[in-house]
């Protein structure tokens, strides 16, 4: 499956924006889908992912309440919605998808996700 984020861009603290990604080459329905971001110098950090079929979502405890995603099957995409941005927020945004139909756990480290987009680059500045 291929995978391309949109909607990044440069927001001022406080701001709202929303990601998208748009899959092909398989229905996303099959696929337990995230997002992961990555700040410069730093390491991937897992942001919220949703089991196929969206039955179960999960979030960084860090960033439950401000960071929202959501999926449409219908359309093969998943969407991030960040409210009340920090400068902290500013990294390059991953949406990410695993294919694993037996498994009930959702992973948090990079390493376990194979289907990569992209990113698209979210600045929070003044």
């Known amino acids: 499956v291929q995978l391309v984020e949109s909607g990044g861009g440069l927001a001022q603290p406080g701001a709202s924006l929303s990601l998208s990604c748009a899959a092909s080459g398989g229905p996303i329905s099959l696929y337990t889908m995230a997002w992961f971001r990555r700040a410069p110098g730093k390491e991937y950090e897992f942001i919220a992912a949703?089991?196929?079929?969206?039955?179960?979502?999960y979030y960084d405890d860090s960033l439950k309440g401000r960071f929202t995603i959501s999926r449409d099957d219908a359309k093969d995409t998943i969407y991030l919605q960040m409210n009340g941005l920090k400068p902290e927020d500013t990294a390059v945004y991953y949406c990410?998808?695993?294919?694993?139909?037996?498994?009930?756990?959702?992973?948090?480290?990079?390493?376990?996700?194979?289907?990569w987009g992209e990113g698209t680059l979210v600045t929070v500045s003044e």
């Open positions: 949703s089991r196929r079929s969206g039955d179960s979502i």
């Open positions: 990410v998808a695993l294919f694993a139909p037996g498994r009930n756990s959702v992973p948090r480290s990079s390493y376990e996700w194979r289907y």
